[in-house]
Structures are given as structure tokens and as C-alpha cells.
């Protein structure tokens, strides 16, 4: 089984900064590329930010790109999202997740992740 756990979230006031983090841990698997998924209250799951594992290339939703910055550890098996300059709008339960597909393509799309965490709250107050 593999676990990925976030931690990181709380409540912060606009225009500050957050970094969380996903700690991948469990049995081998053939990891392409982590994630960071976000779903705020009676709306649906959206795509935040994507990493490429093995090169690390990296792709952003347009409503983060330039405050948002994925990035990832290999040795410590954890992927990060620094956010800055948050907005009341990035409020949101923030998910990280791991894909074993290769269809760098379809990174932005949630069917292709294998793996979630639970989830972790961010909540940004005007």
C-alpha cells in the first residue's frame, strides 16, 4: 500500500504565505509524477499544480500561476506547494496525489492519480 500524508494547512490571513507538504511512504511504485489538488466547499476537485518526477517539469492551473511553486524531494520522498500571496479564494481542502501514468498530457486531470492523501486545510481570511 502506499500512504501519502499532507500536513502544512491553517488559517492565515491574505496575502501570506503557506508551504505545505506530502510525505509519499509504502511500497515501491513506479511514480511519474506528484500533484497537488484542491476542492473548496460545493465546488468540484481542481487541478492546483503537477510535477514531473523524473524531470521535473511542472504545470500550473492558471488561477496560481506566479504565486504558486510545486517542487519535490527525492530523498525525502516529498513533494512541496509554497503558496504566496494567498487570496480568500484559495481556500480550499488541498490534496496531494502521486500518478503511476505516464501521460504527461493528462497531469492536470485527477482520474489520472493513482494515490491521495487525505487532505489538508487551508483557509485564507480577508
Known amino acids: 500500500q502506499v500512504q501519502l500524508v499532507e500536513s502544512g494547512g491553517g488559517l492565515v490571513q491574505a496575502g501570506a504565505s503557506v508551504k505545505l507538504s506530502c510525505a509519499v511512504s509504502?511500497?515501491?511504485?513506479?511514480?511519474?509524477?506528484m500533484g497537488w489538488f484542491r476542492q473548496a466547499p460545493g465546488k468540484e476537485r481542481e487541478f492546483v499544480a503537477t510535477i514531473s518526477w523524473s524531470s521535473g517539469n511542472t504545470r500550473y492551473a492558471d488561477s496560481v500561476k506566479g504565486r504558486f511553486t510545486i517542487s519535490g524531494d527525492n530523498a525525502k520522498n516529498t513533494v512541496y506547494l509554497q503558496m504566496n500571496s494567498l487570496k480568500p479564494e484559495d481556500t480550499a481542502v488541498y490534496y496531494c496525489?502521486?500518478?503511476?501514468?505516464?501521460?504527461?498530457?493528462?497531469?492536470?486531470?485527477?482520474?489520472?492519480?493513482?494515490?491521495w492523501g487525505q487532505g489538508t486545510q487551508v483557509t485564507v481570511s480577508s
Open positions: 509504502g511500497r515501491p511504485f513506479s511514480r511519474y509524477a
Open positions: 496525489a502521486a500518478s503511476g501514468n505516464q501521460r504527461e498530457s493528462s497531469w492536470h486531470y485527477s482520474y489520472e492519480y493513482d494515490y
